[in-house]
Nanobody
Framework: QVQLVESGGVLVQAGGSLRVSCAASGRTFSPYAMGWFRQAPGNEREFVAATRWSGVGTYYADSVKGRFTISRDNAKNTVYLQMGSLKPEDTAVYYC?????????????????????WGQGTQVTVSS
């Protein structure tokens, strides 16, 4: 069983930066991909960024492209989301997710239903 635990969410001022982390545990953790999603009150969960666990391949929502960077440390089974130039509209609970098996097509990364494991989320609040 895979467990994902997010951390690092805090209150930050607009224009600031923040890094959230997601640590994975499990007997044999070797996902195909890891993703970050977010959900604000009253909104659906939306895609933020994703990365393949091996090899190259990162994907970003248009709303965060150029401001957020996803990275991973395979040795630590940890994925990070570095967020910069934060805006109040970035306020949400941020969730990480893991996909076990192969996905084809970049758009596949955008759908929450394509991920098998989820963390409990970490709150990021950006004040204006």
């Amino acid at each position: 069983q895979v467990q994902l635990v997010e951390s690092g969410g805090v209150l930050v001022q607009a224009g600031g930066s923040l890094r959230v982390s997601c640590a994975a545990s499990g007997r044999t953790f070797s996902p195909y991909a890891m993703g970050w999603f977010r959900q604000a009150p009253g909104n659906e969960r939306e895609f933020v960024a994703a990365t393949r666990w091996s090899g190259v391949g990162t994907y970003y929502a248009d709303s965060v492209k150029g401001r957020f960077t996803i990275s991973r440390d395979n040795a630590k089974n940890t994925v990070y989301l570095q967020m910069g130039s934060l805006k109040p509209e970035d306020t949400a609970v941020y969730y990480c997710a893991a996909r076990k098996s192969l996905m084809l097509g970049s758009s596949s990364y955008y759908y929450p239903s394509n991920y098998d494991y989820w963390g409990q989320g970490t709150q990021v609040t950006v004040s204006s």
